[in-house]
Nanobody, 114 residues
Framework: QVQLVESGGGLVQPGGSLRLSCAAS????????MGWYRQAPGKQRELVAT???????NYADSVKGRFTISRDNAKNTVYLQMNSLKPEDTAIYYC????????WGQGTQVTVSS
C-alpha cells in the first residue's frame, strides 16, 4: 500500500503560478510511474502529466508549455509546476502512483480566478 499526500493547491489569479507536491510513502518510489490527473466540476477526470521512472514525461495538450512535472527520488516526491494558469485550469488535482496497481492521493483544489 502506498500513501500519497498532496500539497500546494490554492487560489491564484490568471497568469499566476502554483507548484503542487505529492509525497509518497514507499521506498520503491523511483520505479513507480507518477503523475497528475485533474477533475473540474461537471467534467471527466483528465490526465494532466506523467513522469516515468527514467524521467521521460508526457503532458496533456491543454497544459503543454505551461506545466512541468518533475520528481525527486531522494525525497519520494513528485512535483507539478504550473505557470500561466488559466481559469479553465480550475479543478481538483490528484496525484497517482502506478506500478502493478494504482494509488491515489486525496486531491488538492486549484482555483484560478480574479
Amino acid at each position: 500500500q502506498v500513501q500519497l499526500v498532496e500539497s500546494g493547491g490554492g487560489l491564484v489569479q490568471p497568469g499566476g503560478s502554483l507548484r503542487l507536491s505529492c509525497a509518497a510513502s514507499t521506498s520503491a518510489f523511483s520505479i513507480y510511474i507518477m503523475g497528475w490527473y485533474r477533475q473540474a466540476p461537471g467534467k471527466q477526470r483528465e490526465l494532466v502529466a506523467t513522469i516515468f521512472s527514467g524521467g521521460n514525461t508526457n503532458y496533456a495538450d491543454s497544459v503543454k508549455g505551461r506545466f512541468t512535472i518533475s520528481r525527486d527520488n531522494a525525497k519520494n516526491t513528485v512535483y507539478l509546476q504550473m505557470n500561466s494558469l488559466k481559469p479553465e485550469d480550475t479543478a481538483i488535482y490528484y496525484c497517482y502512483a502506478r506500478r502493478v496497481g494504482t494509488y491515489w492521493g486525496q486531491g488538492t483544489q486549484v482555483t484560478v480566478s480574479s
